[in-house]
């Protein structure tokens, strides 16, 4: 269990924690906290939740994958790429719904971490990570609109199409001044943390907007009209639901926990690759899910690690994950005693913090980088895109990782072969004495599903004017339970030609799954060689004994 789950803070603390280190983690976990803050109730609202379940989320979740994670950087917290599945979880199950997802997907991403699925989770191609995250990012731009623009729509729907249908159909009604606010926020987002350095251009941007719009009481929707005031407190909730619904659920929670773990997986690579350090996969999966368990029990969303604010936590120094528990505290403190003024942040505000997330989220250099690519990459890419905009995260999700493992395997098919080896050639100089009625051929590449078939149908056509066959299999790393049936076949049918086959250079790992399936029992243990020239001799007895039989 100790290899399985060991928080780095313990580690961090063991190897001692000087003043001057916390003062470093105090500087950074302030900072991140302030960029925290527009983002956790931006996320929240786009969710199509309440502004304080984002903050709720950002303190305890955040605070718990600090204390327990296994990055020394990770931020944890609401992000963009929960916005799509838990809007169209609330919508459809409500907030009950949701607390029941999120709980089942902490479980799931617990479950992940004692498995030690962390490594796994690695492998997830990057084509199709680049396809869904540039998928949501569509879709959150998509969503702002409504705000961005002032609209008046009483609501809006789910789905991408239709909600550009509604927005056209209304842009008649443009609120002006709620535009000139979205303008005024993108601008102060993108450049104002360069003007006024340490102070980010997001929190710059939510500070000037909401004051300008209160004090001159200009006509835009704020938080408060929308949602009401936001509470200073936290409490302890439970769901209501129907233990038969329960099956319910289980497909977005596992498209939570998958999100989850993807992100806070590729959030520590980066901290990483920004550090020097290294992450430990499964106790961060493990405190992911511990995280995400006791959230929505104090009123939170989904949260997972935050690649920005993680970045943001390492480039102002950060030093350990106490870092993290700063930015957990410094929001908490926000919450407690701000909450009435954040009440007043205007909405049009908010969409324009969001648009700017949208831009960073949507990874457009990576995406016309890979449509340069192969056209495996490009397919797995625009599949894994137009899904998640047009249909369902978790479908393109799916979708995508079933398309990528099918192109894997026909790609890797193309590599697996076999050859007849000419006698004569320069690989076999030093055996340039084996006799008439031995073909040598050479199998190369895995010998699995993907290529059985292929392997069956080359060995069934060899011609029939050999006695003896040697099959080298040095370059075969492995063979699967496909390829085993295929080879018994091929081996069958030698059998009936009245051709003996042996194998040569045969690896341990393969020479051990031809044991346990009873295949070198039907071949005859010293038929299978581990080399070459082993393998001639064994051939030459063989067809030796077979001319001298029929000479009798």
Sequence with gaps: MNAIFKPKLSVVLKQGYSFKIFQKDLFAGIIVGVVALPLAIAFAVASGVSPEKGLV???????????????????????GAFVVVVYGVVQKYGLDGLMISTIMAGIMLVGFGLLR??????????????????????????????????????????????????????????????????????????YGGKVIKKVPGSFLAIVLMTTVVNYFALPVQTIQSVFGEIPN????????????????????????????????????????GMSGGSHRSNTELIAQGVANIFTPF????????????????????????????????????????????????????LAGILIVVAYNMSEWRSFIAILKGSHYDILVLLITFLLTAFVDLTIAIEVGMVFSAMLFMQRMSKFSNIETVDIDSDILENYSNIPVGIDIYEITGPFFFGAAQSYKET?????????VLILRMRHVPFVDATGIRMFQEVIRDFKIRKVKVVLSGVRPEVKQTLLDCGLVDVIGAP????????AVIKATECLDEIISSKTR
């Design 117 to 190: 699925l962390g490594v796994i989770i690695k492998y997830v191609p990057h084509p199709l990570v680049v396809g869904f995250t540039s998928g949501i990012a569509l879709i959150i731009f998509s969503t702002q609109i409504k705000d961005a623009f002032g609209l008046k729509i009483n609501e809006l729907p789910a789905d991408f199409i239709n909600q550009w249908i509604a927005y056209f159909s209304h842009f008649s009604q443009i609120n002006y001044t709620a535009f000139g606010i979205t303008l005024a926020t993108l601008l102060i987002a993108i």
């Design 298 to 349: 104090l009123g939170g969303i989904p949260a997972t690690g935050a690649i920005a604010r993680t970045a943001a936590n390492i480039k102002n120094g950060a030093q350990t994950p106490i870092a993290g528990v700063v930015h957990a505290l410094t929001l908490l403190l926000i919450m407690l005693v701000f909450s009435n003024w954040a009440a007043l942040i205007p909405m049009s505000c």
């Design 527 to 534: 038929f299978v060689c581990a080399n070459f020239g082993e």
């Design 57 to 79: 989320t950002a303190v305890i979740a955040g605070l718990i994958i600090s204390l327990l994670g296994g990055s020394r950087f990770q931020i944890g917290g609401p992000t």
């Design 459 to 467: 060995l069934k056509e060899i011609s029939g004017g050999s006695k």
């Design 233 to 272: 407190a936290i409490a302890f909730q439970t769901p209501h639901f129907d233990w038969s619904s329960l099956r319910n659920y289980i497909h977005p929670a596992f498209t939570i926990a998958i999100l989850g773990a993807i992100e806070s997986l590729l959030s520590a690579v980066v901290a990483d």
